[in-house]
């Protein structure tokens, strides 16, 4: 957690191994946490991707703007045991195509230009067909393109496939979309300063606004490199404060089998209704029974320090700028698509042809 002292940011408390709780303080503090992918069933992010930044920043009081523009890989592997692979869009660019699992092509339904559609775009159908046809996955086929080819242009996917008993030359890869990159996150300016004095932010925690609406994969180091430096240089020129014996924030921390039953919940809301296609009453629905679970987060008793436990309710906070930032938005842009205003868009383009 983080040490607020005179509305300033002076430190963070840890819980360290073997030295139990130590307190930091300094004239800066920079949040490098990374994203949030386990708020959803499917998501590439690593275990740790549990939007540690975003919890500390809410409990300082710190602007987090943007959370509804999650970004989705269309094409990721998978798998009932393990973390979702992706399976490179250059793979379709190849000549692969998707299929349900009845073997039908069913791009034909959603775009003219197939699977080199854009990426939301391929997604969103994929998305479609799988709650169509009510199946867990569709299927990328390569079996017509050579086993050599594949070899030559994609090693480590081949090489993963097959450890997991998948040959993409003979047999359809199961693919699903995942949770992939999150384009909001704790606001920062151009030196990745927060709206909390003496703290920063950089990388995929921070909002820059260099992704607006959606991600460039290259934006992504331009936040990770050349904010951080931006930052670490500003941080280093913040005056010296007087450090008193400051009290780190302490959230409530609950037995971990509640936060086993409650983060597997939250992860099944954000994916029903929070996912890559939105409808506004999904959105009220998720949002309500988020606040069921924060509701049942705090009833829980309190309980010994727990990484675990603490990680279920950063998500939680995540979770509620996402349900946020969906609702107040007015019109589909970038990452954020509710089929509602979609649908709600097309009938005035067509009262207005007529």
């Known amino acids: 957690s983080l040490v607020i002292q005179d509305g300033q940011c002076v430190g ?30 499917h998501t590439t992010n690593p275990i740790i991707a549990t939007a540690d930044g975003i919890g500390l920043a809410h409990d300082a009081g710190a602007d987090i703007e943007d959370m509804e523009f999650m970004q989705f890989h269309p ?19 190849e000549g692969g195509t998707l299929r349900n699992h009845r073997g039908d092509r069913f791009m034909y339904d ?37 086993r050599d080819a594949i070899q030559h242009h994609f090693p480590m996917i081949s090489e993963k496939l097959r450890s997991v008993g998948i040959e993409p030359h003979r047999h359809w890869i199961p693919i699903v979309p995942a949770q992939h990159y999150s384009c909001g996150g704790v606001v ?22 260099v992704h607006g609406a959606n991600r460039l994969a290259s934006n992504s180091l331009l936040e990770a490199l050349v904010f951080a430096e931006s930052a670490s240089l500003a941080a280093v020129q913040e005056d010296p ?18 936060a086993v039953r409650i983060r597997h919940s939250l992860r099944n809301v954000m994916t029903d209704y929070a996912g890559i296609v939105r409808r506004n009453v999904g959105l009220e629905t998720g949002q309500r029974r988020l606040e069921e679970l ?13 990484q675990y436990s603490l ?23 970038g990452l954020h698509f509710n089929q509602d205003l979609a649908e709600a868009a097309l009938r005035d383009t067509s009262s207005s042809a007529l």
Not at 124 to 130: G, L, N, P, T, V
């Open 110 to 146: 959603y775009d003219e230009r197939l699977e080199l559609a854009p990426r939301d775009i391929v997604a969103r159908a994929i998305d479609a067909e799988i709650r169509k046809l009510e199946t867990w996955c569709v299927y990328l086929d390569v079996t017509h393109l050579q």
């Open 188 to 209: 920062t300016d151009l030196d990745g300063r927060t709206s909390v004095k003496r703290l920063y932010a950089a990388g995929e925690v921070a909002r820059t606004g």
């Open 294 to 306: 924060c509701a049942e987060y705090e009833a829980a008793p309190s309980s010994a320090f727990g």
């Open 241 to 258: 404060v007087a450090l008193r014996a400051a009290q780190p924030i302490k959230p409530k921390i609950i037995p971990e089998q509640d």
């Open 311 to 333: 990680e279920t309710r950063n998500l939680l906070h995540a979770a509620h700028y996402v349900f946020e930032g969906a609702r107040k938005r007015t019109a589909n842009v």
């Open 12 to 41: 963070a408390s840890a819980v360290v191994a073997d030295a139990g709780e130590s307190v930091f303080l300094g004239r800066a503090t920079m949040l490098a946490t990374g994203g949030c992918g386990r708020l959803y069933a």
């Open 75 to 93: 094409t990721t592997l998978y798998h009932p045991q393990l973390r979702s692979f992706l399976i490179s869009e250059a793979v379709r660019g």
